[in-house]
């Protein structure tokens, strides 16, 4: 079986090619490229399954390129940046991304996040939903399709990202059931929660805008105050 392709984009050379030598080590196949829209033609070219890209480059910055890649591929993406306010690992996680890995980092923390990514996007939809049908979890007017990787809203097919996907999975078998942000983190992330209130916040949202007619007036995922999300029971 063929190693998961991994696209490498940053303008700094020398960060790609550390990058790449210890992706290579973990017998990855890797990608380089040095822009936003090099990125874009690879994507094009190659079959990518993950994506670490930094967000200040020329040409095409890692933000504009994420929202891009987002219009047609849920690759997981992991920005990689020397900015450290929270604001910004907001805005890229609003724009799509899957993990944010601040400047400087350590390389086992950066191939432990790759291998968490990759485990989620390749596994997706591995798992039964139960003997009536193990392809499709249905609640009200949703439809999660675990071989297509994607829901269904009213009937119609609604692009999610990976993480979107394993939230919707894990809120959707139980419904009802409220998860604080730190047990959703750890199940979805598969590593221990620190600080990812905001994390998880993020990706609440935009699942929101994407099943809801009225994201401020949820139907379906709900906040439970000071607890954390659930999504509703449906009759």
Same mark, same amino acid.
């Given at each position: ?111 432990? #996040? @790759?291998? *968490?990514?990759?485990?989620? +996007? ?5 798992? =039964? $939903? ?46 009802? #059931? @409220?998860? *604080?942000?730190?047990?959703? +983190? ?5 590593? =221990? $929660? ?42």
């Amino acid at each position: 079986m063929a190693q998961p392709k991994i696209l490498v984009v940053d303008d700094d050379r020398e960060i790609v090619g550390a990058i790449k030598k210890r992706l290579e080590l973990e017998g990855y196949d890797v990608v380089p490229a040095y822009n936003g829209l090099e990125a874009l033609d690879v994507l094009v070219e190659q079959d990518i399954q993950l994506l670490i890209i930094d967000i200040m480059m020329p040409g095409m910055d890692g933000l504009s390129a994420t929202m891009k890649i987002r219009e047609s591929k849920n690759i997981p993406i992991i920005i990689l940046s020397a900015k450290t306010e929270e604001s910004d690992k907001i805005l890229g996680l609003s724009m799509g991304a899957d993990d944010y890995v601040s400047k400087p980092f350590r390389p086992d923390e950066l191939i432990a #996040r @790759v291998k *968490s990514q990759l485990r989620r +996007y390749l596994q997706l939809g591995s798992k =039964a $939903a139960g003997p009536e049908d193990k392809n499709r979890l249905i609640l009200g007017g949703l439809t999660l399709d675990l071989d297509g990787k994607c829901i269904y809203v009213d009937g119609e097919p609604v692009k999610v990202t990976a993480t979107e996907f394993k939230i919707l999975n894990l809120l959707m078998r139980h419904p009802g #059931r @409220v998860f *604080s942000a730190e047990e959703i +983190y750890e199940r979805v992330w598969e590593e =221990a $929660a620190y600080a990812t209130e905001n994390t998880v916040m993020v990706h609440i949202r935009r699942i929101r805008e994407k099943i809801e007619i009225d994201p401020k007036n949820p139907k379906y995922l709900k906040v439970v105050w000071g607890i954390g999300y659930k999504m509703e029971k449906m009759d």
